[in-house]
């Protein structure tokens, strides 16, 4: 078939997205409205705000994708929209939306689990590099502000078949870089502040152990057979270690003048953070993003050696994180193993991976029926 351009939605937490992506391989427009100064003074996502925000921007930040890629509605040959995961709300309006131009315009619609959009963010990048050909088995860590998980990744014909191999038993790690950003008053989301401010801390002064969940895994179903090992993940309890800390070494006062100070700012920059913070908040923070790096790497190698995998992809919002990048990068490298990351624009949420992950199933024909409605909970097989 000739060119494929697909026109991907995605609006399952707080970014309204729209992209166009030619045949799975080159981004040729990709449009990201962030809800973030919605949701700052509540330090993390409201639902009922989402939602609202998604109404306003979804028709115009469609239109903008289309007119920067030089497109129209009636020129694309298929829509892709994300049914989930994610909130039921905000996955709501995108689905409405692409569902009744995909109707109006009788063009094929696709619905993509938001999670294999992760992951094609990364294969997306490597053919606009001209690498075309992953060796598999495929190991993918999505690592976001909603998910922490390991995924087994296979080919099944022109698709993929992911099996669940290690996921978070409690908060996701994104989440946890957000939580401890808002109990330390450094502002929202954490992720970016953290990993801007860790490089100003000794990540050596605080020590925080890590449980080692690790089982056999109990499920009959499980295709390894009862000794497969599980690597799953828990990060609530570095969140209480860190609120811990601030009590024993009486932090209270600085966070309270540090909010004083930023509160006065309209919208304060991460060096405003970082004028706001003492050293001892510094290495607190590195130590905290030191100990979520090594876990996240840790885990994921020994979960690589233990399935024999031949490559390693880390995405999602997490995977814009600088330290971990270079932690990936090394370790795996030791192992020998290649490790793959999206560029930062698309780690974190868009609609470009939604446009990619949608090309192999539109040329498999899987088109989603009127029947198409969001799934909060949608699985990743
Ligand atoms: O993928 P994403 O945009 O949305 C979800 O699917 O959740 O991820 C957002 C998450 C937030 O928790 C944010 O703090 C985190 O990714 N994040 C980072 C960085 N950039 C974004 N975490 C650590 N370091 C970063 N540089
Ligand atoms: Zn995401």
Redesign the pocket.
Known sequence: MSEVFILGIES??D?TAAAVVRSGEEVISNVVYSQIATHQPYGGVVPELASREHLRAIVPVVRKALEDASQTYESIDALAVTKGPGLAGALLVGVSYAKALAYALKKPLIGVN?LEG?IHAVLLEERQHGNHELEFPVLALVV????THLFLAERQGAGWIYHDVGHTRDD?A??A??KVAKLLELGY????L??FLSGHGNPLAVKFPFAQIKHPDRNPQNRYGKDERRADFSYSGIKTAVLRYVETHDLRASIAQRRRVLGQLASPAPLDVLAACDAEVLDLVASFQRAMVNDLVSKTLAAAREHGVATVLVT???A???E?RTAFQKSAAEDGLPVHFPSRRL???NAAMIAAAAYPRFIAGEFADSELSPDAGLRLR
């Open positions: 399952s937490c970014e938001h992760h976001s502000g909603g998910h996701a994104g989440e870089f957000d989301p954490g992720g970016p953290i990993d999602g919002g997490v814009a994180n600088s971990l780690s974190t949420d």
